[in-house]
């Protein structure tokens, strides 16, 4: 009974330090498309109409900006090309698509179909017109890439 009435002292202090709260950064300017076409409108705005010259002249130098502009949004979208679907792409599609697939990636096994063959397993190099395919079993097996009919990706099985 005389445990109950006893009040548990903490078991555990936590001690505050008395270090500054750390400061934040935040992004102070930033430039977007519509900024810039705007400016470019208030220009030719801006230029009066006598000088019919120079307003042809900076309407020019405008547009020369808009086409840099829009060549450099084209160049950086180039980074991502739209790849095909493997179900679309030709055998000799099919053939590069597996021999540059991403080394980060565990390659995919497929049943490589020929007129006499059918042989599943990977693409380990290519010999000329001949690739070297190493089997799910681990054998290497040689196939003409003329004689393939069709390549299917299967998975493990």
Do not use: A, W
Not at 68 to 96: A, C, L, T
Request: aromatic fraction near 6%; charge should be negative.
């Amino acid at each position: 009974m005389d445990t109950q009435n006893k009040k548990k002292k903490p078991l555990l202090y936590v001690q505050q330090s008395n270090l500054p709260s750390p400061s934040t950064s935040m992004q102070s300017t930033y430039s977007s498309k519509n900024e810039v076409e705007e400016e470019e409108k208030e220009v030719i705005t801006n230029s009066s109409i006598d000088e019919q010259g120079e307003v042809e002249k900076k309407e020019e130098d405008v547009q020369q900006v808009l086409e840099e502009y829009e060549e450099s949004q084209s160049e950086s979208e180039q980074g991502f090309k739209r790849v095909k679907s493997f179900k679309d792409m030709n055998v000799q599609e099919r053939i590069d698509y597996l021999l540059h697939f991403p080394k980060q990636l565990p390659p995919v096994p497929c049943l490589f179909i020929s007129d006499d063959k059918h042989i599943r397993g990977f693409i380990e190099l290519k010999q000329g017109n001949e690739l070297m395919i190493k089997t799910l079993s681990g054998s290497m097996q040689t196939i003409h890439i003329h004689s393939i009919k069709s390549i299917k990706m299967v998975g493990f099985r």
